[in-house]
Structure formats: structure tokens, C-alpha cells
């Protein structure tokens, strides 16, 4: 068991919405990344944070954005919700050290599938 | 640019076959680490190992071992005697030593163990 935890585990929204993930990292460490899986595809990168900050962002629209807390769990905002955000949203969190040069393994949780129509 | 590229889409083997699943990669960086993830039904990535760009000793674990050939850039996954649990989804990922420690996935494999 990796001890990420996502909640809730399946949503579905209307197009327009705005949506709230939400992710607790596993003990220990302090870094949270968010991916997109769609239908068929692999997981992209939406951006990570470290130390309640943004430390990285893919190709996603502003209309994504997140927040880090001080226990370092994580949530994930979307805004404006389009029928291609239909998707499995990842959250995996590792540990970096204050370099942040440590490229350690990441540990996902279960993913929470949004559905847009 | 970063790519990760796994041509085989699906792949179906009798159990107790053993099967490959490739896996090439891209990148301009000279330091940077090569994954292997199991995604089964449930849909929750499995870590399976972590390789960094100099080490280049193949490993094996069990019933799987990874081939790392730099010279092709390659990060090859082979899975010995092949047990229907072993039936899930296979994504290789790159991170780069640049950038924030972000993974780079492929489009996956998706292995079927008959039995």
C-alpha cells in the first residue's frame, strides 16, 4: 500500500463546472505532482508542488491550479470544465530534499475519475 | 525535446510464456532516471523500479529484469514464466535531471496473460 489517498473516487460534472481534487501524500514526503490520464493514453504532467509552492507546470490552461498545504496534502482545482477533462486524475507525491535535485520515485494513489457531460 | 516511446499498444501471451515490453526514450539531458510503472484494472500506478542514466547493469527482481542499453535508448522490461496477474497496463516514464521532478510517460503497454 502506498499511503496516497485521493478522494473522491469517481465525480461527474456538467460542462462549466468547477471541480475540487483532493490528495494526501504519503508520510514523509513533501512533494505532490498531478497528472491527466485520458481514455487509452498515459498519464501528462499538470504540475507539482513542494513546500506549498509551484514548482513545475505541462501544457496545461491556467483554468488548472492547485494548492499545496502545510501537511503537504494537495488539491487540485479545475475551473470552467470542458468535455476533454473527462479523465482519471492522478496525484503521486515523493520526496525532494531542499536542492531539489533528488529525483526519487513517485508513489500514486488510486486516481479520481471526473466525467464531464 | 522528451519522448517516451512504447510502440507495442497490446500484447497477449500464454501463461508461463515470457514476454518483452519496449520501451525507447528521448532526451537532451545527460543525467536522468528511466521507470517502469504497473497500471492494473483498479487503475492505481504501481512503482516497479527507478534507473538513472549510469548505471547501466541490467537488474532483475523475481520473475522481471530490465534491460538498459544507452547506446539505443532503450529501458527494456521482460516479464519470465507469466502469470495471469501480470495482466495490467505497463507505462515506461522518463524525468529529466532539469525542471521539476516531473515523469514523462508512454502511451503503455497492455499485457494479457492468458491462462
Known amino acids: 500500500e502506498t499511503g496516497v489517498t485521493q478522494s473522491p473516487t469517481h465525480l461527474i460534472k456538467t460542462r462549466g463546472q468547477q471541480v475540487t481534487l483532493r490528495c494526501s501524500s504519503q508520510?514523509?514526503?513533501?512533494?505532490v505532482s498531478w497528472y491527466q490520464q485520458a481514455l487509452g493514453q498515459g498519464p501528462q504532467f499538470i504540475f507539482q508542488?513542494?513546500?506549498?509552492?509551484?514548482?513545475g507546470r505541462g501544457n496545461f490552461p491556467p483554468r488548472f491550479s492547485g494548492l499545496q498545504f502545510p501537511n503537504y496534502s494537495s488539491e487540485l482545482n479545475v475551473n470552467a470544465l470542458e468535455l476533454d477533462d473527462s479523465a482519471l486524475y492522478l496525484c503521486?507525491?515523493?520526496?525532494?530534499?531542499?536542492?531539489?535535485?533528488?529525483?526519487?520515485?513517485?508513489?500514486f494513489g488510486p486516481g479520481t475519475r471526473l466525467t464531464v457531460l | 525535446a522528451q519522448k517516451v516511446t512504447q510502440a507495442q499498444t497490446e500484447i497477449s501471451v500464454v501463461e508461463k510464456e515470457d514476454v518483452t515490453l519496449d520501451c525507447v526514450y528521448e532526451?537532451?539531458?545527460?543525467?536522468?532516471?528511466l521507470f517502469w510503472y504497473k497500471q492494473p484494472p483498479s487503475g492505481e500506478l504501481v512503482f516497479l523500479i527507478r534507473r538513472n542514466s549510469f548505471d547501466e547493469q541490467n537488474e532483475i527482481s523475481g520473475r522481471y529484469s530490465w534491460n538498459f542499453q544507452k547506446s539505443t535508448s532503450s529501458f527494456n522490461f521482460t516479464i519470465t514464466a507469466s502469470q495471469v496477474v501480470d495482466s495490467a497496463v505497463y507505462f515506461c516514464?522518463?524525468?529529466?535531471?532539469?525542471?521539476?521532478?516531473?515523469?514523462?510517460f508512454g502511451t503503455g503497454t497492455r499485457l494479457t496473460v492468458i491462462p
Open positions: 532526451t537532451r539531458d545527460t543525467t536522468y532516471y
Open positions: 503521486a507525491s515523493s520526496f525532494q530534499t531542499s536542492s531539489g535535485r533528488a529525483k526519487n520515485e513517485q508513489f
Open positions: 508520510s514523509g514526503h513533501n512533494t
Open positions: 516514464a522518463l524525468s529529466e535531471e532539469t525542471g521539476a521532478n516531473n515523469l514523462f
Open positions: 508542488y513542494y513546500r506549498e509552492e509551484e514548482n
